[in-house]
Each structure stands twice: as C-alpha cells, then as structure tokens.
C-alpha cells in the first residue's frame, strides 16, 4: 500500500511545482539524468549479482524482450505507413513496450501470489525487462531521435550507457558467483530506492491535461497495447502454444499487464521522443491498469 501512496503523491506533487512561478520545472531533466546514471546502475549491481540461472527462468526473462520486439514491429510500421513521426514512434515503443514490471510489478505480484511470487516478478524485471530498457531501450531511443541515424553512434550510445556497463560488470559477478561488500550493496540499495520518487516526480512536473491536444488518439492506442494487447499475446503464446501452465506463467502474464514502465518514459523524454506523451502514458496508464490488471487476475486464474 506505502508504494501505491508514493505514486500518486509524486506524481501529484509534480503537478502542483508545475503551478509554482518560481519553480524551475526544467528541473526535471537534471531528474532525469540522476534516475539514468545513478540509480539505475546502482540497482543493477544490486540485483543482477544474486540470480541462479536455469533453463526453467527463460520464460519470464524472455517475456519482456518479447512485449518490446512486438511493440517495436507494430509501432515501426504501422507509424511509417500513417506517416508518423520518428519520435512519435520512438515514443509509443518506449512507453506501450515496456512493463512497470518492479515498482508496482513487486508489491502487486507480492498481495496477489505471496513472497514465493516476488522470485519470477524479480527475473521478469531484472535480467528482462530492465535489461531491455538498458540495450534496445537505448538503441530505440538514440535510432528515433536522429534525422539520419548513424549505426556507429547509436552502438557508442548503447555501449558507453551507465546501465548497460554496470549490466555487463553485474553478469561478470554473477558468472563468477562474487557478490559485492554487504556495506556497499546497503548503499546501492539506498540509491536505488530513489529511482520511482525521482521518476514519478519528473513525470509529474512534465504532465499536462490539455483537452485539445492531438496526443489523446496516441494515448489511446498505446495503452491499450500495452494493457490488453501484449498481454494477450503472451498469453497466447506461453499458454497455448507453449503449453505452459505452472503460476510462474500465471505471475509472468501479471508482470507484462502492469502499467507502462516508467524507466522508459524517462528514457523517451531524455531523447526528446514525446516528452508530453510519454509523461501522459505513465500519469494515465498506472491507474487505468489496476482495472485492467484485475480483469487479468481473473482470466490467469482459469490457467
């Protein structure tokens, strides 16, 4: 419950510095920045280090880079045949192709499956949808917010990305089975715990409700990808194709419903993709899925 009042107190604290004529609201790229190259690294080298691979896990990692590779096909496409722009397109893959799969995927996964449910709600994330955010992610974002994309700067962007080298320097430790001092992982934890404040109040200084703004139809469109959707497909394909039915299926579906990840709205506005829309995805979508995200709970129950 404490992490569904920090969203709406974040997001809602946003709103009101917005109406403060001397609050410096481009402040929220300087917000931006702490939440891409501190707290995201600091929570990877937190994570990452503690996983025990095996070959049952594939299911829930692979859902995240699924739901992006979908979004990153039907966005692509169907905004080149409708003649959409490149950061709008940017925008809705970032934003309709990425799960809030930790902030609210933790404790919703955690009332709903118990502790024990936290274990694939954490490989959903982790080495998922948080490693999609931090490779593809980057890559979206550098590829759409270009003119004339230049393969050799989008491929400096994604391997000099602060996220992406702790990954790699994490996946070292845990091949290696090293995990870092306990003093230095209490830190990290600290300053990984300020990504969703930063976050939501960044989204929250950039949220505006403007009845006439042509991002209504885009706002539409991409939630309902992402909510029912992506979903949908994994359902799908992990039930009835791959003939999957153990509750790590059941949390793995609940995890792709969430809301838009916030990460990745983060992202879009980081590059100029949208800022405005990726804002409306997160300060919209978070609570219109919690109906969605209940109509879910009872379909996975009939696995």
Known sequence: MNNFILIFFFLALGLVLQRVKRFPTHIYKYLNKIVIYLCLPAITLYHIPKIKWSNELLFPILAGWI???????????????LGWSNRLIGCLILTAGLSNSSFLGYPIIEALFGKKGLETAILVDQP??????????????AFYSKGSPDALSIFKKVIFFPPFITFVVACLLNVFQYDLDVNLQTVLLKIGSFVTPLALLSVGLQ???DRRSQ???FLRLGLFFRLIITPFIILVLYVFVFKQHSEAIKIT?????MAPMITGAILASTYGLKPKLSSMMIGFGIPISFVTLAIWYFVVSFI
């Open 67 to 81: 739901a992006f590779l979908l979004a990153c096909v039907f966005f692509h496409f169907l905004g080149r045949s």
């Open 215 to 217: 991002h209504w139809k």
């Open 207 to 209: 949220l505006t409700f």
């Open 128 to 141: 998922g949808t948080f490693v999609v955010v931090s490779t593809l992610g980057v890559f979206v974002a």
């Open 253 to 257: 579906i609940m995890e792709v419903a």
